[in-house]
């Protein structure tokens, strides 16, 4: 039996747009083995089908491959759907491991990596997903590219995840076609500083470069109680308030934990039941083997 865990990611990290991601200690885990048939355990109605990414990407790499097993899947799955931590890349990247590793591994990492960024369509949040902690990405004549940011350890993850959706592709369609030359300036200088301010620990800069133009703007309205969450915060303590992904969850990165004066002003001044979670920065995708987690790079 092979089994296999994949952590949940938050892509962009304020004006990283498409480009940032860092992967978190919330993991979606699958057992896979080999089977008459395809068979899918523990997974809902409406996602127990041909369409299932974990699925789709399995079956895509073993095309990849030249060999194609049918497998039974059981489900164990903690990341939340369509909330913009990565769910969609959680299943992507551990399909298309499965397929890898039980072609006997012939692809590399990197290999890998182009293969999950293909069927997502862009890199920020598999390319976490599969190397873990925080990485930059691109395209570059094709091939996918991607670099680890490291990050200091003093920086405190808290997720907060609204008991609604957004999808994706709505929040992407509503997204400028185009952009100025000064809100182009804006982000890229801005995104650069902000990976200096994560890797240095210095909380002044991260607050001074945390900002963006391409996304957040357009997306806050998507996203209800987001003024009065972000609000509060950011009264909490120095921090950084960010959206996750495409939202709907929001991120606050900060030196010290959210006060329980704040979870309370949270909980008790929402209508939407936000789930609280303070997360570490995690490695990325693992396999189980000699009664351990081993990291697939
Ligand atoms: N970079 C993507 C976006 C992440 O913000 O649309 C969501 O999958």
Redesign the pocket.
């Known amino acids: 039996m092979l089994k296999i865990r994949v952590p949940a990611t938050s ?2 990290i304020g004006p990283g ?3 940032l ?1 860092l992967a978190l200690t919330l993991y979606n885990y699958f057992s896979v083995e080999p089977s008459d048939s395809y068979e899918l355990v523990n997974v809902e109605e409406e996602f127990n089908n041909s369409d299932n990414l974990f699925l789709e990407a399995y079956r895509y790499t073993s095309g990849l491959l030249g060999s194609e097993t049918p497998v039974k899947v059981t489900f164990d799955c903690n990341i939340p759907i369509s909330r ?1 931590l ?1 769910s ?2 959680a299943l992507i990247t551990a399909g298309a491991i499965a397929a890898n590793k039980l072609c006997g591994d012939k692809m590399s990492s990197g290999e890998l990596f182009q293969v999950i960024s293909d069927i ?1 369509g ?1 890199p ?2 598999v390319a976490p997903c599969l190397y873990g902690g925080m990485t930059a990405s691109l395209q570059n004549d094709g091939r996918w590219l991607s670099a680890q940011i490291s990050i200091d350890s003093r920086f405190k993850f808290c997720v907060l995840i609204p008991d609604f959706e957004v999808s ?1 592709e709505q ?2 369609a509503i ?1 400028p076609s185009e952009y100025s030359r000064e809100d182009s300036v804006f982000n890229s200088s801005h995104a650069i500083l902000l990976c200096e301010a994560l890797r240095t620990g210095n909380m002044g800069l991260l607050m001074a470069s945390a900002k963006d133009r391409i ?1 957040e703007p357009y ?1 806050m309205r998507l996203i209800h109680d987001y003024d009065l969450v972000r609000d509060i915060c950011l009264d909490d303590s120095d921090s950084v308030f960010l959206i996750s ?2 939202g709907s969850t929001c991120m606050m990165i900060s030196m010290s934990e959210l006060s329980e004066k704040s979870r309370s002003r949270i909980h008790e001044g929402t209508s939407h039941n936000w789930e609280i979670r303070d997360l570490q920065i995690s490695q990325g995708a693992c396999y189980w083997e000699d009664h351990k987690w081993k990291t697939i790079i």
Request: charge should be negative; hydrophobic fraction near 20%; charged fraction near 25%.
């Open positions: 892509a962009n747009f498409d480009c991601g913009g990565g969609s890349s997502e862009h920020d949040n994706t929040a992407r997204l996304h997306r992904g495409s």
